[in-house]
């Protein structure tokens, strides 16, 4: 590689992604004064939010707290619409604060990073575009999100059909009209079961292709009122404090008792109401829905039943019924997903009993019937975690990649997630093992933005050169997350977060399950005992 001497080219920190956490990282990086490039491979700001414009795309946390608060003025100039907002109204919000914040100029889009190297010589970044430029930087940052990395399964035939193909994380910006046709949804994830109603509405039939039930509670959603947006405007400096220190960034905590302490007649009355408030009220009635074997069961039978309420057909009704442990998959909330199998034109198409043999021109063939259709939606998710960082060659002390590193996923160590042990000056957000995904995700890059600026803060004022990782400190976190993912459920079964999903992938659980506010307080007392756990050079 030859690298940068273009004095154009040598900027004081390249990032990657101008999504929720490398919008609000220039932002910081600006105001201390480093030169700063975002590369973006979008043709505009927003990162999952850009790409993700799937019929019935919307957050699944609350609006009011689904957003930046590090800015008291732009918390009270923005107004959300409704409690989950759709994926527009989301990405209007990110343009806005690009453009308040005058960040758009220090981004290129339409270009994708394709390898960041590290130069020990020169202690500096060597980043490469695909557009066939090369920008030397200080520090590296990535902000490519957890789920960014789209997975169309390797099904036999998938370029012969002949009708419209598409995936969810990657929508086109013209509307898609199903109106007249014959669609089929692959995949009934998060993404799936927010766009199956929506697509049911407008198509002429639609055949959905399950292959895992899953559980998913009313979102419950409505319009906010303007007194509501009032009083939320007016305790922003609460709200603020309140998700800092919560366990998943919201503004609740899970319940003080366990499952099995309450009588069946009172926990079904508290898991009727949560139905009936929507969102993640369920998940977080109790404390111990995702470590109790027994208790996890007498929730998910809840949600089960309510299943067998609602679907007319009862074949339907119990294909639809997962025997998953509730929560352990990540979360759904939907808006009449059960209640779409009671439409004429939509069935269900149990893919695990006979699964998908191929893609054909004419739509889709399992082992035991063949489905034509004019359009497939692939709501077949992501490589999540480790996925986006591994299609980057990024390369650190004596030319190891990342994904050497981490043997492919199969040893996953960062510490605190932010940094890994021979990759200097390399800091990742929301990287695997910090809360990340279990956490409201603006909260959650929040904490890491403005760690790593104040970290990088004292690394400057302290002419800190090298800053890494210490190989124990990792040791020991990556123990930490380990131990504290396997006394819960969420291992037990197979899921993006493990890595189950994607065929040969390394199976783990590389998010740290301790809660965001404890995760914080780790986080806050490393800087405080100066950056115990790195090595300064
Ligand atoms: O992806 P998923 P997603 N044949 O991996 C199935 C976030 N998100 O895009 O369960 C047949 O959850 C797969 O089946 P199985 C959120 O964190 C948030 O829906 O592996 N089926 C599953 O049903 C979410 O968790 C929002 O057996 C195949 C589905 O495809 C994450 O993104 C909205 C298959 C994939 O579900 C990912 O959600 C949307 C195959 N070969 C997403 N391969 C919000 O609300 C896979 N499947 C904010």
Redesign the pocket.
């Known amino acids: 590689m030859v690298y940068s001497q273009d004095p154009q080219n040598q900027v004081d920190a390249v990032v990657l992604g101008a999504g929720f956490s490398g919008l609000y990282m220039l932002y910081r990086l600006r105001e201390a004064g480093l030169s700063t490039r975002v590369f973006e491979a979008a043709d505009g700001v927003g990162g999952v939010w850009y790409w ?1 414009r799937y019929p019935g ?5 609350e609006s009011v707290y689904y957003n930046y608060t590090f800015s008291e003025e732009l918390f009270k100039e923005w107004s959300w619409s409704s409690r989950y907002p759709e994926q527009p109204e989301i990405l209007r919000y990110l343009n806005y604060v690009a453009d308040k914040f005058e960040l758009k100029p220090d981004i290129t889009f339409n270009t994708r990073v394709m390898s960041a190297v590290y130069d020990e010589a020169s202690n500096r970044w060597q980043v490469e575009t695909d557009t066939g430029e090369t920008v030397s930087a200080k520090y590296f940052i990535t902000g490519i999100g957890c ?1 960014s990395s789209a ?1 169309v ?1 390797n ?1 036999k035939g998938l370029n012969d059909f002949e009708g419209q193909a598409y995936h ?2 990657h929508w086109p910006h013209e509307k898609v009209d199903f109106t007249g046709k014959r669609v089929g949804v ?9 766009s199956i109603p929506v697509i049911a509405k407008e198509a002429a039939h639609l055949t959905v ?4 039930p ?1 559980y998913s509670v009313p979102a419950q959603n409505y319009t906010y009122t303007k007194e509501f947006v009032e009083e939320v405007k007016d305790n922003y400096s609460e709200i603020r404090r309140q998700m800092q220190e919560t366990v998943a960034g919201l503004r609740f905590e899970f319940g003080e008792q366990s499952v099995l302490d309450d009588s069946p007649e009172v926990r079904r009355q508290k898991l009727q109401e949560g139905w009936e408030k929507g969102g993640w009220e369920i998940l977080f009635t109790y404390n111990d829905l995702l470590a109790n074997e027994e208790g996890n069961e007498l929730v998910a039978a809840f949600i089960r039943e309510k299943i067998q309420e609602i679907v007319d057909d009862p074949e339907t009704a119990n294909k639809l019924t997962p025997d998953h442990f509730y929560g352990t ?2 979360a ?2 939907d808006t009449d997903y059960f209640e779409t199998y009671n439409r004429d034109n939509v069935r269900l198409v149990d ?2 009993a006979s ?2 043999e191929a893609i054909t021109p004419k739509g889709i063939r399992t082992e035991d019937n063949e489905y034509e259709l004019d359009a497939i939606v692939f ?4 490589d ?1 975690m480790t996925g986006s960082l591994f299609k980057i060659d990024i390369r650190g002390k004596n030319g190891v990649t990342l994904k050497e590193k981490w043997e492919n996923g199969a040893q996953t160590r960062t510490y605190l997630g932010l940094t890994t042990a021979g990759f200097p000056n390399m800091f990742m957000l929301t990287g695997p093992e910090s809360p990340s ?1 279990l956490g409201n995700m603006p909260a959650t890059i929040e904490q890491h933005v403005e760690w790593v600026s104040d970290c990088i803060n004292h690394l400057r004022e302290n002419k800190v050169d090298i800053f890494e990782a210490e190989s124990q400190a990792e040791e020991e976190w990556s123990a930490h997350c380990k131990e504290l993912a396997d006394a819960t459920l969420y291992t037990k079964t ?3 977060y493990t890595g ?2 994607i065929a040969g992938k390394a199976r783990g659980f590389p998010i740290y399950v301790g809660g965001y506010g404890a995760y914080r307080e780790i986080c806050d007392d490393v800087a405080a005992n100066g950056y115990k756990g790195f090595s300064f050079k």
């Open positions: 993700n795309a919307r957050c699944d946390s789920i997975n399964p099904i969810t994380g692959i995949g009934t994830g998060s993404s799936g079961i927010q292709f399950q292959r895992t899953q998959k990540r759904i909330v893919v695990k699964p998908i709501a077949t998710g992501f999540g995904v197979d899921s993006w189950a999903n």
